[in-house]
């Protein structure tokens, strides 16, 4: 984990204090990523399994019909 942190996030997520938004930081090899509104948990991931990751979002593989 990078010390300190550089956490980015989204321009989408918008400048009105809302936490409601996803941070991302890279360290080398290792991406984290966390809520806004709850820093202090923080999911480690490669580089190409959060690649793969947004592909299957992208492609729908995550959706749920009828849910």
């Given at each position: 984990?990078?010390?300190?942190?550089?956490?980015?996030?989204?321009?989408?997520?918008?400048?009105?204090?809302?936490?409601?938004?996803?941070?991302?930081?890279?360290?080398?090899?290792?991406?984290?990523?966390?809520?806004?509104?709850?820093?202090?948990?923080?999911?480690?991931?490669?580089?190409?399994?959060?690649?793969?990751?947004?592909?299957?979002?992208?492609?729908?593989?995550?959706?749920?019909p009828?849910?």
């Amino acid at each position: 984990m990078p010390s300190p942190a550089i956490w980015q996030k989204s321009s989408f997520s918008g400048v009105d204090g809302s936490h409601n938004c996803l941070e991302v930081a890279a360290d080398g090899g290792t991406v984290h990523i966390r809520e806004g509104d709850r820093p202090q948990e923080i999911v480690a991931i490669g580089p190409a399994a959060l690649r793969d990751f947004v592909l299957g979002v992208k492609a729908g593989e995550f959706d749920q019909p009828g849910a």
